[in-house]
């Protein structure tokens, strides 16, 4: 739930559990004496002071309670647990619980308000009698991980790990462990159903009949294509959030398709209370009315029924796409086809696209409601190009108070809203402005931060064909470009302190997710027109002032990081190159900048003191924090952290093959050693991983989950080892099999012929990204280098397919590996190992383009990280990714993007070999 992040601090991710405010504390009243109450993440722990350790796994117990009883059933249970001495935790505040019954929540965590640890199986089934007898009046969110027990609405119960165990996965996350029934170490599985290890029964099960289940659950799973109830079959499902599902169906008496809502009892849960339900049935009341006053205006509604818990609204099915959907499949910035003709064309169907929403706002208000949440997702394009909205569970009458529904980027700023004077129709009016921002392009996070991030984006497309004046007056009516204009709403958030970010819900929970303008006055960045005429420039004033903003956001003394992460940071570790300090310490150096005083002992000690734990990965483990340090001369330390990966299970078999978290980085790893000391050793234990990996025919399990493509996680990351390797031994096997590995890339190319080349994700995820980590830029990357030793026809055929692919590419993130950073770096790589001056030109025009990301601060330049919720500095996504591309696109040199090199001192066995 990466929206969690951005509750805690309002300028960097941060752990939900590291929140200030965090609202009514919960504790039980009058805990027995010699009980005590520890705090840990978000949970507060109790336990008897002098209880002996009990059991690792067992029978756990969760009650669920509804948002306005927390304080009641916690001490109900509290008082049961202390009767029986039983230890249990229970979310700490209220903050905590509303995030993790939140509609973006985690739909595994919904429900789990107090956890329970009996020590045996008799134990459990008598604490649950216990509290199934007290909470026969209360009821509570259905847990999707546990069974229910008996016919209780609020206890629940499922077998799994009572103290933490874990094993470390390839991409630096925990697979939580469970002991199954002969005493075997196996995932303790948290998905969307009940599910008990290998060997373990559940003693319970007689005491729960299928009449007592939730009838609706099933409409979670796969089996949701053909369930069938009140007369609908659910032939679909379309998504999921923590309130329910959404899905297509059709009546079952007429065969009349149909488009389902489904709202889970007492979850979606906001800051006032109101829960999915209460949501839904607003939708069915709005809706039945509009059918009456204004027909067409809205869905039409079919019905409305409840089977089990669930509530569910069947309404008028509507052909269309997302507006979302329907920009990326038309803006000419993102199908490659810019030419003047094709921009003229767009931008007249987006001013009949934003008239209809116009119109059909119009009509809505008229009829006396506000719509509330305008986003892409809630406005169908037709086949005509006409506009129908959908999904009306936020609309509210104007006057009346309510907590307003928004969208992330679609709503408008707390501050806003206080300095419009309140004004209802503000909420339409903002989200229809950033409907145009969308359409003319997706920045919307960057704008709220610096609105003369507009100015960027109106002069890089002015170079196909000119802006619609008509639709950019309604893209920037709210973020002007170029300071403060006139009118209330406009200087109310113009200029480079505009306003923050919004969350994903407004009042006092958009506060919380809501950014912040920076302290100070931070010095404003040179206009488009200055940067075009002396580009070189002012990207070297980009790179040393985003260089002076990270070295700016070191906090030596934080205990969980130095430097500012993304979510993936926390949920890895905060040392590695992807997210942590030695990615950090790597783009620095690159560009030259001495690093503060202390940060590199704190990495070196860091370290070795996680060594242990730590995956053994290049990019999110020990293997790339080694690099790291062996490039700053601590080669002892390099080579600790490198034994430890060597002996590490992912690597010494084939879990593991990938460049990111498996063999193929440590033996880049080990390559960068020997470049660094001339040491064989290095050089014999990297062609020991390369003989350990599997066949091509056999290697797909040892990529991880589905089949991923790409640099990191695909066969093209195993190549590029295989190309170094070759490098340094002159063994042309090893180029043999990296060819293969690539044709085998190449054989997932979705559109052969086409002019662009990109990948699907994976096996499972058939999105085609041109991105640095599985797409596009990724293979260009190592075709590249392949292409400087083997002649290969098939390879040189892709390669300008590849760089069309990169250049005609318009992310809507800036960062290395998944934005627009890693595009440049590519051209810019090329460029340099080709002597291919287009490529180069087009890497700094792209280059050009980060201002269109650029956050001006007092200490310097900021970039947003990932879902740009809040700033990051690491090198995945944050701003040393953005300041390594720079840093090599003006000062190239060997290595930038951890491709081993080779001392001086020591000769390649082939000139066409040499490493890059």
């Not at 991983?689 to 589905?706: H, N, R, V």
């Not at 090329?830 to 287009?838: Q, Y």
Request: glycine content about 10%; hydrophobic content about 40%.
């Amino acid at each position: 739930m990466p929206v969690a992040f951005a509750v805690a601090d309002r300028e960097f991710y941060a752990p939900l559990e590291s929140s200030r405010d965090r609202g009514e504390i919960f504790r039980p009243a009058n805990p027995p004496e010699g009980w005590l109450g520890i705090d840990f993440g978000v949970w507060t722990t109790w336990y008897r002071e002098d209880r002996k350790p009990g059991v690792e796994d067992g029978w756990k117990v969760h009650v669920s309670a509804r948002a306005d009883r927390l304080a009641p059933v916690l001490d109900t249970v509290a008082e049961i647990c202390f009767e029986q001495e039983v230890t249990f935790k229970h979310l700490s505040c209220r903050l905590f619980y509303l995030w993790t019954h939140h509609k973006q929540a985690a739909r595994q965590a919904n429900g789990k308000f107090i956890a329970v640890y009996p020590r045996s199986a008799e134990a459990a089934g008598a604490l649950m009698e216990r509290l199934r007898e007290a909470l026969a009046d209360e009821e509570g969110p259905h847990i999707l991980t546990d069974r229910r027990y008996k016919d209780s609405r609020t206890v629940h119960y499922r077998y799994g790990a009572f103290t933490r165990r874990s094993r470390i996965r390839p991409d630096g996350t925990d697979l939580l462990l469970v002991r199954d029934g002969n005493g075997q170490e196996t995932e303790d599985r948290r998905g969307m159903s009940f599910v008990l290890p290998e060997g373990v029964s559940d003693p319970f099960t007689e005491r729960v009949t299928a009449a007592r289940r939730p009838a609706a659950r099933s409409a979670s799973g796969p089996a949701a294509k053909k369930l069938s109830f009140q007369g609908y079959v659910f032939d679909e499902a379309v998504r999921f959030s923590n309130g329910g599902g959404v899905y297509k169906g059709h009546e079952e008496a007429s065969g009349r398709p149909v488009f389902i809502k489904e709202a889970r009892a007492h979850s979606g849960v906001d800051q006032d209370g109101a829960a999915a339900p209460d949501y839904l049935r607003g939708e069915w009341r709005v809706l039945q009315e509009l059918r009456t006053t204004d027909p067409g205006l809205a869905p039409e509604p079919v019905a409305y029924f409840r089977q089990g818990e669930h509530e569910f609204l069947a309404m008028e099915l509507i052909e269309g796409k997302s507006l979302n959907s329907w920009m990326a499949d038309n803006q000419p910035m993102l199908s490659g086809e810019r030419t003047p003709e094709a921009f003229a064309a767009y931008y007249g169907r987006c001013e009949r696209i934003l008239a209809g929403i116009e119109e059909a706002l119009e009509r809505l208000h008229t009829a006396g409601y506000l719509f509330v949440d305008v986003s892409p997702g809630n406005v169908l394009v037709t086949g005509d190009d006409g506009v129908r909205l959908v999904d009306f569970e936020a609309a509210r009458r104007p006057g009346t108070p309510f907590t307003p529904l928004g969208t992330l980027g679609y709503s408008p700023p707390p501050d806003l809203v206080a300095r419009a004077g309140g004004d209802p129709f503000l909420y339409d009016d903002y989200g229809v402005s950033a409907l145009a921002q969308l359409l003319v392009g997706p920045y919307h996070h960057s704008i709220r931060h610096n609105p003369d991030t507009l100015s960027h984006l109106r002069h890089e497309l002015s170079a196909y064909a000119p802006v619609s004046e008509v639709l950019w007056h309604r893209a920037t009516k709210f973020h002007r470009p170029d300071g403060p204009t006139a009118g209330p709403t406009a200087g109310a958030i113009a200029g480079p302190h505009a306003g923050p970010v919004a969350g994903p819900v407004a009042g006092p929970v958009a506060g919380a997710v809501a950014g912040a303008a920076a302290p100070g006055r931070p010095e404003r960045l040179p206009t488009p027109e200055s940067v075009a005429a002396e580009p070189l420039r002012h990207l070297a004033e980009l790179r040393d002032r985003t260089g002076d903003a990270l070295l700016a956001m070191a906090d030596l003394a934080h205990p969980a990081r130095v430097f500012p992460t993304v979510p993936d940071g926390y949920r890895t570790n905060t040392l590695c190159v992807a997210y942590g300090t030695a990615g950090v310490v790597h783009a620095l150096g690159r560009a030259g900048r001495t690093l503060p005083d202390g940060l590199l002992e704190r990495l070196r000690r860091d370290a070795l003191a996680a060594r242990t734990d730590l995956a053994p990965g290049l990019y999110v483990g020990l293997s790339g924090i080694a690099w790291i340090l062996a490039d700053r001369g601590l080669l002892d330390e390099a080579r600790e952290l490198l034994a430890v990966a060597d002996g590490h299970p992912l690597t010494t078999g084939a879990a593991s093959v990938t460049l990111y978290g498996g063999s193929a980085g440590l033996a880049l790893a080990h390559l960068a050693l020997y470049g660094r000391t001339g040491d064989e050793h290095h050089v014999d234990r990297a062609q020991a991983l390369a003989a350990a990996l599997p066949s091509d025919e056999a290697i797909t399990p040892s990529l991880g989950p589905d089949d991923a493509t790409g640099l990191m996680h695909g066969r093209c990351g195993v190549a590029l080892m295989l190309r170094q390797l070759a490098a340094v031994t002159g063994e042309r096997d090893h180029l043999r099999r990296g060819v293969r590995l690539l044709h085998a890339e190449l054989d997932r190319d979705p559109a052969p012929g086409t002019p662009r080349m990109y990948f699907p994700i994976s096996a499972a995820d058939s999105r085609s990204l041109p991105y640095l980590y599985c797409g596009s830029a990724g293979m260009a990357h190592t075709v590249t280098r392949y292409l400087r030793a083997v002649d290969d026809q098939r390879l040189t055929e892709a390669l300008p397919r590849l760089l069309a692919a990169l250049r005609s590419g318009a992310p809507a993130m800036s960062g290395l590996q998944q934005g627009l950073a890693g595009l440049g770096f590519a051209l810019a790589d090329h460029a340099v190992l080709t002597g291919d001056e287009p490529s180069r030109q087009e890497a700094i025009r792209i280059a050009r383009g980060l201002y269109k990301f650029a956050v001006p601060h007092p200490t310097g330049v900021r970039f947003l990280g990932d879902r740009l919720l809040r700033f990051s500095a690491d090198l995945w996504s944050g701003s040393a990714g953005v300041l390594l591309f720079l840093s090599q696109l003006l000062d190239p040199r060997p290595g930038a993007l951890l491709t081993a090199g080779l001392p001086a001192a020591v000769p390649t066995p082939e000139s066409a070999l040499a490493p890059r």
